[in-house]
């Protein structure tokens, strides 16, 4: 069941999915994603909120076109497919849920997240350096 009509999300999630994100809608895509995937797998936990709109996506975008980048870009709702979004939060304990958030993952693995916390206090640069400090470390 999702929280918000569909009209109100799409341009949300075309946000990220012009950039090259895909968009993950069920638990089975989820973990196969993050288990199959040889290399990294950038993923962000979308929002309608407005920290995400203002300072998520727009680091995101910006950090994407860094030399070392992510193997994978994707992308599940918050509010929307809950039961994707329950699946992908699980490969982020011990971590609380976060809307928005950002992980990476390596190899399956979990080694950087950004949570909202962060994306609320910080400006866009500072997600930006936060995360091409996380591809430059992480990405081949």
Known sequence: ???????MVAPIRQDLVNVGFEQLLTPDEVDKTIRNTKGTVLMCVNSVCGCAAGKARPALKLAIQHAKKPTKLVTVFAGMEQDATAKAREFMTPY??????????????LVHLIERHQIESAEVQMIVDNLVGAFDEHCG
């Open 1 to 7: 069941m999702a929280n918000y009509p569909e009209f």
């Open 96 to 109: 609380p849920p976060s809307s928005p958030s950002i992980a990476l993952f390596k190899e399956g693995k």
